[in-house]
T-cell receptor
Framework: SAVISQKPSRDICQRGTSLTIQCQVDSQVTMMFWYRQQPGQSLTLIATANQGSEATYESGFVIDKFPISRPNLTFSTLTVSNMSPEDSSIYLC???????????FGPGTRLTVL | GNSVTQMEGPVTLSEEAFLTINCTYTATGYPSLFWYVQYPGEGLQLLLKATKADDKGSNKGFEATYRKETTSFHLEKGSVQVSDSAVYFCALSGGGGATNKLIFGTGTLLAVQP
């Protein structure tokens, strides 16, 4: 299994600003993902972070709002841009290895937008 | 498309009671099935998984059996503890969808009282 860390663990931000969340994995992994968990809800996949190419976004999520980087096999960032109170959620990073369908999750970043 | 349906919570039990959380799925082919647990204020942890029909996943006293005939993966534990209080998510991957893409149920909140 992979050990995944995220920074920051939580933040309170003002409307209209942007926040970048970092995800670090302790070993090289093939796949990295970003999820959103709105208050009291289940998880929704935002995008798959692809190493060396543009992320693959799910329906309802766009690159201008949620730009993602993945410069190598152990690190990815998600930016939440031009935030509004509706972006208040927990954002989780996950990862899985080559040929593996099991995803391991980071502890999440709890974001509150005022 | 693929989907997961979980019993609604909250589920409130006394310590040492028997737990069942129902999970059924819709998928073409043969998905892999997972239970994840989210303790208060934390990220998701993989609890157990099963990758083919009749497989039984088990961990920490929890069990779930992959039932192809009933498209179910119910979570059970013979004697719950207060420390089991958490949100439990059933999920699937594959089965006609992307192998690495997880589809989550809505989650079931379990509260165990001493």
């Amino acid at each position: 299994s992979a050990v995944i860390s995220q920074k920051p663990s939580r933040d309170i931000c003002q409307r209209g600003t942007s926040l970048t969340i970092q995800c670090q994995v302790d070993s090289q992994v093939t796949m990295m993902f970003w999820y959103r968990q709105q208050p009291g809800q289940s998880l929704t996949l935002i995008a798959t972070a692809n190493q060396g190419s543009e992320a693959t976004y799910e329906s309802g999520f766009v690159i201008d709002k949620f730009p993602i980087s993945r410069p190598n096999l152990t690190f990815s960032t998600l930016t939440v841009s031009n935030m509004s109170p509706e972006d208040s959620s927990i954002y989780l990073c996950s990862a899985s290895g080559r040929g593996a369908n099991t995803q391991y999750f980071g502890p999440g970043t709890r974001l509150t937008v005022l | 498309g693929n989907s997961v349906t979980q019993m609604e919570g909250p589920v409130t039990l006394s310590e040492e009671a028997f737990l069942t959380i129902n999970c059924t799925y819709t998928a073409t082919g043969y998905p892999s099935l997972f239970w994840y647990v989210q303790y208060p204020g934390e990220g998701l942890q993989l609890l157990l998984k099963a990758t083919k029909a009749d497989d039984k996943g088990s961990n920490k006293g929890f069990e779930a059996t992959y039932r192809k005939e009933t498209t179910s993966f119910h979570l059970e534990k013979g004697s719950v503890q207060v420390s089991d209080s958490a949100v439990y998510f059933c999920a699937l991957s594959g089965g006609g969808g992307a192998t690495n893409k997880l589809i989550f149920g809505t989650g079931t909140l379990l509260a165990v009282q001493p």
